[in-house]
Protein backbone atom coordinates (compact mmCIF):
# COMPACT_ATOMS: atom_id res chain seq x y z
CA UNK A 1 0.00 0.00 0.00
CA UNK A 2 1.72 3.42 -1.00
CA UNK A 3 2.19 6.40 1.71
CA UNK A 4 -0.87 8.27 1.04
CA UNK A 5 -3.28 4.95 1.00
CA UNK A 6 -1.93 3.57 4.01
CA UNK A 7 -2.58 6.92 6.33
CA UNK A 8 -5.74 7.63 4.98
CA UNK A 9 -6.62 3.69 5.79
CA UNK A 10 -5.44 4.65 9.49
CA UNK A 11 -7.72 7.74 9.58
CA UNK A 12 -10.55 5.05 8.39
CA UNK A 13 -9.59 2.48 11.00
CA UNK A 14 -9.70 5.41 14.14
CA UNK A 15 -13.06 6.58 12.43
CA UNK A 16 -15.01 3.42 13.34
CA UNK A 17 -14.34 4.41 16.90
CA UNK A 18 -17.33 6.40 17.30
CA UNK A 19 -19.36 4.07 15.37
CA UNK A 20 -22.49 4.47 17.35
CA UNK A 21 -21.57 7.74 19.20
CA UNK A 22 -21.58 10.24 16.66
CA UNK A 23 -24.66 10.35 14.83
CA UNK A 24 -25.78 12.21 13.06
CA UNK A 25 -22.43 13.76 12.54
CA UNK A 26 -20.61 11.48 10.56
CA UNK A 27 -17.57 9.33 11.67
CA UNK A 28 -14.28 10.42 10.89
CA UNK A 29 -10.55 10.38 11.56
CA UNK A 30 -7.53 11.93 11.17
CA UNK A 31 -3.75 12.01 11.34
CA UNK A 32 -0.84 14.07 11.17
CA UNK A 33 2.49 13.44 9.50
CA UNK A 34 5.68 14.68 9.74
CA UNK A 35 8.54 13.44 7.59
CA UNK A 36 6.77 10.14 7.04
CA UNK A 37 5.77 9.61 11.00
CA UNK A 38 2.64 10.14 12.26
CA UNK A 39 2.56 12.43 15.13
CA UNK A 40 -0.55 12.97 16.22
CA UNK A 41 -4.02 11.14 15.53
CA UNK A 42 -7.64 11.57 16.40
CA UNK A 43 -11.32 10.51 15.94
CA UNK A 44 -14.99 12.17 16.32
CA UNK A 45 -15.46 10.13 19.45
CA UNK A 46 -19.13 11.63 20.57
CA UNK A 47 -21.68 13.90 18.94
CA UNK A 48 -20.95 17.60 20.23
CA UNK A 49 -17.65 16.81 21.26
CA UNK A 50 -14.25 17.79 19.31
CA UNK A 51 -13.93 16.62 15.74
CA UNK A 52 -11.67 14.02 14.50
CA UNK A 53 -9.34 17.15 13.20
CA UNK A 54 -9.17 18.94 16.23
CA UNK A 55 -8.24 16.00 18.54
CA UNK A 56 -4.99 15.09 16.00
CA UNK A 57 -4.22 18.34 16.31
CA UNK A 58 -4.19 18.70 19.85
CA UNK A 59 -2.67 15.41 20.18
CA UNK A 60 0.60 16.85 18.77
CA UNK A 61 3.61 17.46 21.22
CA UNK A 62 5.70 19.45 19.04
CA UNK A 63 3.02 22.39 17.61
CA UNK A 64 5.69 23.53 15.68
CA UNK A 65 6.02 21.05 13.39
CA UNK A 66 2.56 21.42 11.91
CA UNK A 67 3.96 24.17 9.75
CA UNK A 68 5.74 21.51 8.20
CA UNK A 69 3.11 18.48 8.25
CA UNK A 70 0.80 16.80 6.51
CA UNK A 71 -3.10 16.28 7.84
CA UNK A 72 -4.59 12.96 6.21
CA UNK A 73 -8.75 12.99 7.50
CA UNK A 74 -10.96 10.38 5.62
CA UNK A 75 -14.31 13.32 5.17
CA UNK A 76 -13.56 16.95 4.11
CA UNK A 77 -13.46 19.27 6.62
CA UNK A 78 -15.97 21.46 8.06
CA UNK A 79 -16.41 25.00 6.88
CA UNK A 80 -19.03 25.86 9.27
CA UNK A 81 -20.16 26.96 13.19
CA UNK A 82 -22.10 23.77 14.43
CA UNK A 83 -21.83 21.74 17.90
CA UNK A 84 -18.09 22.80 17.65
CA UNK A 85 -15.99 25.64 15.37
CA UNK A 86 -14.83 24.71 11.51
CA UNK A 87 -11.84 22.66 11.78
CA UNK A 88 -11.02 24.47 8.45
CA UNK A 89 -9.98 27.21 10.92
CA UNK A 90 -7.86 25.40 13.06
CA UNK A 91 -6.10 23.96 9.97
CA UNK A 92 -5.68 27.30 8.35
CA UNK A 93 -4.34 28.58 11.88
CA UNK A 94 -2.21 26.26 12.79
CA UNK A 95 -0.72 26.77 8.95
CA UNK A 96 -0.17 23.21 8.27
CA UNK A 97 1.77 22.64 5.04
CA UNK A 98 -0.79 20.28 3.31
CA UNK A 99 -4.50 18.35 4.01
CA UNK A 100 -5.02 15.23 2.53
CA UNK A 101 -8.52 14.16 2.26
CA UNK A 102 -10.74 11.01 1.67
CA UNK A 103 -13.99 12.12 0.05
CA UNK A 104 -15.54 15.29 -0.29
CA UNK A 105 -18.81 16.01 2.36
CA UNK A 106 -22.12 16.14 0.68
CA UNK A 107 -23.72 17.84 3.67
CA UNK A 108 -24.59 21.30 1.63
CA UNK A 109 -23.44 23.10 4.80
CA UNK A 110 -19.66 21.77 4.04
CA UNK A 111 -19.73 20.40 0.34
CA UNK A 112 -16.74 21.61 -1.21
CA UNK A 113 -16.70 24.86 1.22
CA UNK A 114 -13.82 23.57 3.35
CA UNK A 115 -11.78 22.38 0.81
CA UNK A 116 -12.09 25.86 -1.11
CA UNK A 117 -11.13 27.92 2.27
CA UNK A 118 -8.33 25.76 2.34
CA UNK A 119 -6.71 26.42 -0.97
CA UNK A 120 -7.42 29.76 -0.69
CA UNK A 121 -5.15 29.94 2.31
CA UNK A 122 -2.54 28.17 0.57
CA UNK A 123 -2.70 25.08 2.03
CA UNK A 124 -2.09 21.89 -0.77
CA UNK A 125 -4.78 19.67 -0.88
CA UNK A 126 -4.81 16.74 -2.22
CA UNK A 127 -8.42 15.02 -2.33
CA UNK A 128 -9.89 11.22 -3.37
CA UNK A 129 -7.77 8.60 -1.14
CA UNK A 130 -9.38 5.61 -0.97
CA UNK A 131 -12.89 7.64 -1.90
CA UNK A 132 -14.28 4.87 -2.28
CA UNK A 133 -14.00 2.99 1.14
CA UNK A 134 -14.43 6.46 2.62
CA UNK A 135 -17.72 6.95 1.41
CA UNK A 136 -18.62 3.49 2.70
CA UNK A 137 -17.38 4.34 6.10
CA UNK A 138 -19.86 7.13 6.37
CA UNK A 139 -23.26 5.05 4.01
CA UNK A 140 -25.45 5.77 6.72
CA UNK A 141 -24.41 9.62 6.37
CA UNK A 142 -24.15 10.19 2.51
CA UNK A 143 -27.29 8.17 1.94
CA UNK A 144 -29.38 10.43 4.58
CA UNK A 145 -28.03 13.56 2.70
CA UNK A 146 -28.01 12.74 -0.75
CA UNK A 147 -31.49 10.66 -0.75
CA UNK A 148 -33.10 12.55 2.11
CA UNK A 149 -34.09 9.37 3.83
CA UNK A 150 -32.05 6.79 6.31
CA UNK A 151 -29.99 4.08 5.71
CA UNK A 152 -32.22 1.02 5.82
CA UNK A 153 -30.89 -2.43 7.03
CA UNK A 154 -33.24 -5.08 6.84
CA UNK A 155 -32.05 -8.37 9.60
CA UNK A 156 -33.94 -11.72 10.44
CA UNK A 157 -33.07 -15.28 11.20
CA UNK A 158 -34.35 -17.84 9.53
CA UNK A 159 -34.36 -21.27 10.17
CA UNK A 160 -32.72 -23.77 8.00
CA UNK A 161 -35.72 -24.55 5.77
CA UNK A 162 -36.93 -21.16 5.01
CA UNK A 163 -39.26 -20.39 8.47
CA UNK A 164 -39.22 -17.22 10.08
CA UNK A 165 -41.54 -18.48 13.16
CA UNK A 166 -42.88 -22.10 14.47
CA UNK A 167 -46.68 -22.33 13.54
CA UNK A 168 -48.45 -20.88 16.52
CA UNK A 169 -51.38 -22.29 17.72
CA UNK A 170 -53.89 -20.61 20.28
CA UNK A 171 -52.19 -17.36 20.40
CA UNK A 172 -49.24 -18.44 21.79
CA UNK A 173 -46.49 -15.83 22.80
CA UNK A 174 -42.91 -16.26 23.29
CA UNK A 175 -39.47 -15.95 21.48
CA UNK A 176 -39.03 -18.66 19.29
CA UNK A 177 -34.93 -18.62 19.21
CA UNK A 178 -33.81 -20.01 16.06
CA UNK A 179 -29.71 -18.18 16.42
CA UNK A 180 -27.38 -18.95 18.85
CA UNK A 181 -26.84 -17.05 22.21
CA UNK A 182 -23.31 -15.77 20.58
CA UNK A 183 -25.18 -14.99 17.41
CA UNK A 184 -27.83 -12.60 19.54
CA UNK A 185 -24.87 -10.79 21.04
CA UNK A 186 -23.51 -9.76 17.55
CA UNK A 187 -27.27 -8.84 16.72
CA UNK A 188 -27.29 -6.45 19.74
CA UNK A 189 -24.26 -5.22 18.36
CA UNK A 190 -25.73 -4.69 15.15
CA UNK A 191 -27.85 -2.56 17.14
CA UNK A 192 -26.09 -0.38 18.73
CA UNK A 193 -24.21 0.72 15.48
CA UNK A 194 -27.42 2.03 14.44
CA UNK A 195 -29.75 5.35 15.40
CA UNK A 196 -33.21 3.52 15.42
CA UNK A 197 -34.53 -0.11 15.42
CA UNK A 198 -37.71 -0.81 13.95
CA UNK A 199 -40.82 -3.82 15.03
CA UNK A 200 -44.42 -4.13 13.65
CA UNK A 201 -47.18 -4.71 16.00
CA UNK A 202 -47.08 -8.17 15.45
CA UNK A 203 -43.70 -9.21 16.84
CA UNK A 204 -44.30 -7.28 19.85
CA UNK A 205 -47.21 -9.23 20.50
CA UNK A 206 -45.27 -12.50 20.08
CA UNK A 207 -42.14 -11.76 21.23
CA UNK A 208 -42.44 -8.65 23.39
CA UNK A 209 -38.95 -7.85 22.87
CA UNK A 210 -37.36 -4.79 24.49
CA UNK A 211 -34.98 -3.95 21.47
CA UNK A 212 -32.30 -2.68 23.58
CA UNK A 213 -28.30 -3.82 23.74
CA UNK A 214 -28.48 -5.56 26.57
CA UNK A 215 -25.53 -7.84 25.40
CA UNK A 216 -23.36 -5.48 24.07
CA UNK A 217 -21.81 -2.28 25.42
CA UNK A 218 -23.34 0.51 23.08
CA UNK A 219 -25.84 2.99 23.13
CA UNK A 220 -29.63 1.85 22.79
CA UNK A 221 -31.35 2.71 19.67
CA UNK A 222 -34.38 4.41 19.21
CA UNK A 223 -36.94 2.20 18.95
CA UNK A 224 -40.02 2.66 16.08
CA UNK A 225 -43.08 0.40 16.38
CA UNK A 226 -46.09 0.11 13.85
CA UNK A 227 -49.27 -0.01 15.25
CA UNK A 228 -51.65 1.34 12.92
CA UNK A 229 -54.64 1.69 14.96
CA UNK A 230 -53.02 1.37 18.70
CA UNK A 231 -54.03 -2.36 19.27
CA UNK A 232 -50.98 -2.77 22.13
CA UNK A 233 -51.33 -1.74 25.55
CA UNK A 234 -48.41 -0.15 27.75
CA UNK A 235 -47.64 -3.26 29.53
CA UNK A 236 -44.93 -4.21 26.83
CA UNK A 237 -41.15 -3.75 27.03
CA UNK A 238 -41.05 -1.47 23.66
CA UNK A 239 -42.37 1.07 25.92
CA UNK A 240 -40.14 1.14 28.80
CA UNK A 241 -37.91 4.08 29.79
CA UNK A 242 -34.53 2.12 28.55
CA UNK A 243 -35.02 4.30 25.43
CA UNK A 244 -37.29 6.39 23.27
CA UNK A 245 -39.92 4.97 21.30
CA UNK A 246 -42.01 6.48 18.58
CA UNK A 247 -45.03 4.91 17.58
CA UNK A 248 -46.24 5.56 13.96
CA UNK A 249 -50.18 5.22 13.59
CA UNK A 250 -53.36 6.47 12.34
CA UNK A 251 -55.34 7.47 15.36
CA UNK A 252 -53.19 10.21 17.31
CA UNK A 253 -50.42 12.61 18.08
CA UNK A 254 -49.17 11.87 21.61
CA UNK A 255 -46.40 12.38 24.16
CA UNK A 256 -46.07 10.83 26.99
CA UNK A 257 -42.86 10.33 29.04
CA UNK A 258 -40.20 8.01 26.74
CA UNK A 259 -42.82 7.39 24.34
CA UNK A 260 -43.80 9.35 21.06
CA UNK A 261 -47.23 8.43 19.50
CA UNK A 262 -46.97 9.62 15.68
CA UNK A 263 -49.69 10.17 13.49
CA UNK A 264 -49.17 9.25 9.75
CA UNK A 265 -51.99 9.23 6.81
CA UNK A 266 -50.60 5.66 6.24
CA UNK A 267 -48.42 3.21 7.84
CA UNK A 268 -46.36 2.92 4.75
CA UNK A 269 -42.43 2.88 4.58
CA UNK A 270 -42.50 5.56 2.34
CA UNK A 271 -44.22 8.16 4.43
CA UNK A 272 -42.41 6.73 7.51
CA UNK A 273 -38.89 7.14 6.15
CA UNK A 274 -39.90 10.75 5.67
CA UNK A 275 -41.00 11.25 9.31
CA UNK A 276 -37.69 9.87 10.30
CA UNK A 277 -35.54 12.13 8.39
CA UNK A 278 -37.59 14.87 9.48
CA UNK A 279 -35.92 13.82 12.97
CA UNK A 280 -32.39 13.46 11.67
CA UNK A 281 -32.47 9.67 12.06
CA UNK A 282 -30.14 8.93 9.89
CA UNK A 283 -30.33 4.87 10.28
CA UNK A 284 -32.95 2.59 10.51
CA UNK A 285 -32.56 -1.00 11.75
CA UNK A 286 -35.47 -3.36 10.37
CA UNK A 287 -36.14 -6.75 12.56
CA UNK A 288 -39.36 -7.56 11.73
CA UNK A 289 -41.70 -9.45 11.68
CA UNK A 290 -42.32 -11.02 8.40
CA UNK A 291 -45.07 -8.32 6.66
CA UNK A 292 -43.06 -5.65 7.80
CA UNK A 293 -39.69 -6.76 6.28
CA UNK A 294 -41.60 -7.28 2.98
CA UNK A 295 -42.79 -3.90 3.31
CA UNK A 296 -39.20 -2.44 2.87
CA UNK A 297 -37.97 -4.96 0.32
CA UNK A 298 -41.78 -4.63 -1.94
CA UNK A 299 -41.55 -0.76 -1.98
CA UNK A 300 -37.41 -1.41 -2.79
CA UNK A 301 -36.47 0.98 0.19
CA UNK A 302 -33.56 -0.49 1.78
CA UNK A 303 -29.94 -0.77 1.08
CA UNK A 304 -28.41 -3.60 3.45
CA UNK A 305 -29.83 -6.76 4.53
CA UNK A 306 -28.33 -9.56 6.83
CA UNK A 307 -30.03 -12.57 7.03
CA UNK A 308 -29.22 -15.34 9.71
CA UNK A 309 -29.53 -19.41 8.80
CA UNK A 310 -30.12 -21.12 11.81
CA UNK A 311 -28.99 -25.09 11.61
CA UNK A 312 -32.61 -26.48 12.81
CA UNK A 313 -35.53 -26.77 10.45
CA UNK A 314 -38.94 -25.95 11.52
CA UNK A 315 -40.72 -27.91 9.05
CA UNK A 316 -44.09 -25.39 9.22
CA UNK A 317 -44.71 -21.75 10.30
CA UNK A 318 -44.29 -18.10 8.98
CA UNK A 319 -42.18 -17.96 5.59
CA UNK A 320 -39.09 -16.12 5.57
CA UNK A 321 -39.09 -12.94 3.12
CA UNK A 322 -37.25 -13.49 -0.02
CA UNK A 323 -34.42 -11.30 -1.53
CA UNK A 324 -34.02 -11.98 -5.20
CA UNK A 325 -30.42 -11.75 -4.89
CA UNK A 326 -26.96 -12.94 -4.73
CA UNK A 327 -25.52 -12.15 -1.15
CA UNK A 328 -22.38 -10.21 -1.88
CA UNK A 329 -20.86 -12.42 1.06
CA UNK A 330 -21.60 -15.17 3.79
CA UNK A 331 -19.78 -16.20 7.02
CA UNK A 332 -20.16 -18.86 9.92
CA UNK A 333 -20.85 -17.17 12.91
CA UNK A 334 -20.79 -19.79 15.72
CA UNK A 335 -23.41 -22.98 14.44
CA UNK A 336 -25.35 -20.47 12.09
CA UNK A 337 -24.55 -18.93 8.67
CA UNK A 338 -25.11 -14.68 8.10
CA UNK A 339 -25.78 -13.63 4.61
CA UNK A 340 -25.19 -10.38 3.03
CA UNK A 341 -26.92 -8.65 0.49
CA UNK A 342 -26.81 -4.49 -1.01
CA UNK A 343 -29.65 -3.58 -2.91
CA UNK A 344 -26.96 -1.91 -4.81
Known amino acids: MVTDERFMQRCIDLARLGQGYVAPNPMVGAVVVYNGKIIGEGYHHKFGAAHAEVEAIRSVKEQHLLAEATVYVSLEPCAHFGKTPPCTDLLIEKHVKKVVIGCVDSFSKVSGKGIERLKNAGIEVVVGILEKECRDLNKRFFTFHEKQRPYVILKWAQSKDGFLDKLRRNDEKGVNWISSPETKALVHKWRSEEQSILVGRKTVQN ?123 SYPFSSDIIYHYFRK
Not at 217 to 230: A, F, K, M, V
Open 207 to 329: DNPTLTVREFSGENPIRILIDSQLQLKSEYNIFSDEAPTIVFNRVKNDKVGSVEWVKIAETDTQLILDELYKRNIQSIFVEGGSRTLQYFIFGNVWDEARVIVGKTNLLEGTKAPVIAKTPQF
